[in-house]
Antibody, heavy 117, light 107 residues
């Protein structure tokens, strides 16, 4: 059974940094790309970033490019999202997802990031 | 970026009604389209993948169809537990993009 467990969400001041983690189990981790998707309070879903199975290719939404960095440790089955220069508009629940090459995208339960002074 | 136009944004229907939600992509997405159900405080749950394939364990009253740029999600006989927000998502190209969501209410 696929399991994705996010952690690291917290209350942080504008301009601060945070690192999210997503621990994966139940599948061959390095075979799959992983993504982060966020949902601001009361809003829809927004894709944030993706990383290939090897970690060699990364992709970012324009809204986070230059501030966020996605990475993965295939020896530990963990994907990370390093978030710097945080803004109020980054406040959201952040989900990690298991995705390509499968079309079956599975989601973790999410972790809340709140950016406020 | 591929724009996903989902409609309606909300709807209210009765138990046993047939409900349809549409999603239109701004370009051909090669059927790389998923449909999700999200209940308050929960993560999205995959219902349909590759536009028309039912995820294991999902009731057969849920279905998806379409190709190219136009896609449809249908609940054949609405049940009380189907009250939720539904989203489409394309994963043909980065950035992956979502429809705006459809808030489904049971009358």
């Amino acid at each position: 059974e696929v399991q994705l467990l996010e952690s690291g969400g917290d209350l942080v001041q504008p301009g601060g940094s945070l690192r999210l983690s997503c621990a994966a189990s139940g599948f061959t981790f390095y075979d799959y790309a992983m993504s982060w998707v966020r949902q601001a309070p009361g809003k829809g879903l927004e894709w944030v970033s993706s990383i290939s199975g090897s970690g060699g290719k990364t992709y970012y939404a324009d809204s986070v490019k230059g501030r966020f960095t996605i990475s993965r440790d295939n020896s530990k089955n963990i994907v990370y999202l390093q978030m710097n220069s945080l803004r109020a508009e980054d406040t959201a629940v952040y989900y990690c997802t298991k995705d390509r090459p499968s079309s079956k995208f599975y989601w973790g339960q999410g972790t809340l990031v709140a950016v406020s002074s | 970026d591929i724009q996903m136009t989902q409609s309606p944004s909300s709807l209210s229907a009765s138990v046993r009604d047939r409900v349809t939600i549409t999603c239109q992509a701004s370009q051909d997405i090669n059927n790389f389209l998923n449909w999700y159900q999200q209940k308050p405080g929960k993560a999205p749950k995959l219902l349909i993948y590759d536009a028309a394939n039912l995820e294991a364990g999902v009731p057969s009253r849920f279905s998806g169809s379409g190709s190219g740029t136009d896609f449809t999600f249908t609940i054949s006989s609405l049940q009380p537990e189907d009250a939720a927000t539904y989203y489409c998502q394309q994963y043909d190209n980065f950035p992956y993009t979502f429809g705006q969501g459809t808030n489904l209410e049971i009358k």
